[in-house]
C-alpha cells in the first residue's frame, strides 16, 4: 500500500498534499491506495485497477461491507441497469457495453467521479447527487425550514469516515427528479456543510436507494 498525493497550486508555489476524500461526516483518516490485478466484478473484468485503502466499513444490519465500487469501474461500460426486489432479496446488476436506446432514462452530469442529476422542490432548484451506495435520501435542514417542511427525529448515520451523523426526517409530498414528479418521498435531513462535502450548494441534496426502489 502507498499514499496519494494531490497537486495544490496557490500563489505561493505548487506543492504535493495527501489527496482528499470525504466520507459523510467528513474528512477520512489514514488513505491509502493499492494496485491490484485480476479483478472481475460480474461481467466487468479489469486487468490492473488502483484501489483507495481506508481502515474499516461499518457494518449494516450485520452484514460487513468489503468494498465499494465507485464511478470509476461502472464508468467502464455503457449502459448499466439496477433490478431492486423486496427488502432483504437478491437483486440483479445489469451491465451493457451498448446503450439501450428504447429505454427512457433521466439525464445527468458527471464532475469529480459523482453523478448529478438536476431536480426541484416546490419551484426551487435542486442538485442532486445519485449515490447508489447510500440507503436514505437526503436534504439540507435550511430546505426544511425555507419550505416549512415539519421534521420528526431520524436516525444516526455513517459514512466511510465513520463519523454519526444525526439526521431528521420527513415525507416529501412532491419532488421533481429529472423531469418527472414523484410523490411521497420519504427524505432525512441534515446540516448544510455535511452536504457541502460532496460539493453541493446549500440547495443540493442526494438521491439514494430509498428512492431508487
Known amino acids: 500500500m ?3 498525493y494531490a497537486a495544490e497550486t496557490s500563489v505561493e508555489g505548487k506543492k504535493m498534499v495527501e489527496f482528499p476524500l470525504n466520507g459523510f ?3 477520512i483518516q489514514n488513505l491509502l491506495s493499492c494496485d491490484v490485478s485480476g479483478i472481475k466484478i460480474g461481467s466487468i473484468y479489469l486487468k490492473s485497477h488502483s484501489f483507495t485503502v481506508i481502515d474499516s466499513f461499518k457494518n449494516i444490519n450485520g452484514k ?3 468494498g465499494v465500487i465507485g464511478l470509476d469501474i461502472l464508468g467502464t461500460c455503457s ?3 439496477i433490478l431492486i426486489p423486496n427488502e432483504n432479496r437478491s437483486g440483479k446488476v445489469i451491465v451493457n457495453s451498448v446503450i439501450n436506446d428504447k429505454s427512457e ?6 464532475s469529480h467521479g459523482h453523478i448529478f442529476i438536476e431536480g426541484g422542490l416546490s419551484g426551487k432548484k435542486i442538485d442532486f447527487l445519485l449515490d447508489s451506495g447510500s440507503p436514505f435520501n437526503f436534504l439540507p435542514v435550511d430546505a426544511a425550514a425555507g419550505q ?3 421534521l420528526t427525529d431520524g436516525i444516526t448515520v455513517f459514512g466511510a469516515d465513520g463519523i454519526p451523523v444525526k439526521t431528521k426526517k420527513a415525507v416529501i409530498n412532491e419532488i421533481i ?6 410523490k411521497n418521498i420519504l427524505f432525512s435531513f441534515t446540516e448544510n456543510s455535511i452536504l457541502s462535502n460532496y460539493g453541493l450548494s446549500s440547495s443540493g441534496g442526494i438521491i439514494g ?3 431508487l426502489k
Open 2 to 4: 502507498y499514499k496519494v
Open 25 to 27: 461526516g467528513g474528512k
Open 64 to 66: 460487513k461491507i468489503q
Open 79 to 81: 449502459s448499466l441497469s
Open 105 to 110: 432514462g433521466i439525464d445527468f452530469n458527471i
Open 148 to 150: 416549512s417542511i415539519s
Open 177 to 182: 427528479i429529472g423531469n418527472k414528479v414523484y
Open 209 to 211: 436507494t430509498e428512492f
